[in-house]
């Protein structure tokens, strides 16, 4: 079943602009992570963060995380096109368990 | 991290048969694959998930019978969908640990 809900569905930008997608989920978890993936293909890993981060780092990508408020947001700065695609989070529930997929944000970066 | 391949990338298959899909990880030994479902527009449904030498633990709601798999090997894991139809047409997906492998696409006519 599902854990995350994403928001938004689906978000229209043009370059240069920051797309932000937040993700809410309802168990506890280990860890929380976002993947991205083109149209048709597998997922990309793109960032992990660990229930006892707040904040994470990595390029254009900005993932933060709220335990308290069982959320976590992934903003990408000055968007690309090619960073057309959909975007999902993914919780590793603690203990143990299994990746659970959020329903996914289509972002379309227009030139 | 692990690399995933699957193979094939697509296929397309007639009613009432069965299809082969394999999923390897080509760096990484793998006790444990997962595979998941996705239709058109949605997300990742997890399906199964295989453990080598040992039965696969499915998901309520999903068939075994149907969906059989198999992980004979620290780097293969197998599923197939047995007397496929139209509506097991979708997008089959495995993972080793947070790793994806492209996705198999199968198309039932």
């Known amino acids: 079943s599902q854990q995350g809900e994403e928001d938004p569905q689906a978000l229209s930008i043009q370059e240069g602009e920051n797309a932000t997608m937040n993700c809410s989920y309802k168990?506890?978890?280990?860890?929380l992570q976002w993947y991205r993936q083109n149209s048709g293909r597998g997922l990309v890993h793109l960032i992990l963060i660990r229930s006892n981060e707040r904040e994470k780092h990595s390029g254009r990508l900005r993932v933060t995380l709220d335990t308290s408020k069982k959320s976590s947001s992934l903003l990408i700065t000055a968007s690309r096109a090619a960073d057309t695609a959909s975007y999902f989070c993914?919780?590793?529930?603690?203990?143990?368990?299994?990746?659970?997929f959020g329903q996914g944000t289509e972002l379309s970066v227009k030139p | 991290g692990a690399v995933v391949s699957q193979h094939p990338s697509r296929v397309i298959c007639k009613s009432g048969t069965s299809v082969k899909i394999e999923c390897r990880s080509l760096d990484f030994q793998a006790t444990t694959m997962f595979w998941y479902r996705q239709f058109p527009k949605q997300s990742l449904m997890l399906m199964a998930t295989?453990?080598?030498?040992?039965?696969?633990?499915?998901e309520q709601g999903v068939e075994k019978d149907k969906f059989l798999i198999n992980h004979a090997s620290l780097t293969l894991s197998t599923l197939t969908v047995t007397s496929a139809h139209p509506e097991d047409s979708s997008f089959y997906i495995c993972?080793?640990?947070?790793?994806f492998g492209p996705g198999t696409r199968l198309t039932v006519l």
């Open positions: 168990t506890s978890i280990n860890n």
């Open positions: 993914a919780t590793f529930p603690s203990p143990g368990g299994k990746l659970i």
């Open positions: 993972s080793v640990e947070q790793f």
């Open positions: 295989s453990n080598e030498g040992s039965k696969a633990t499915y």
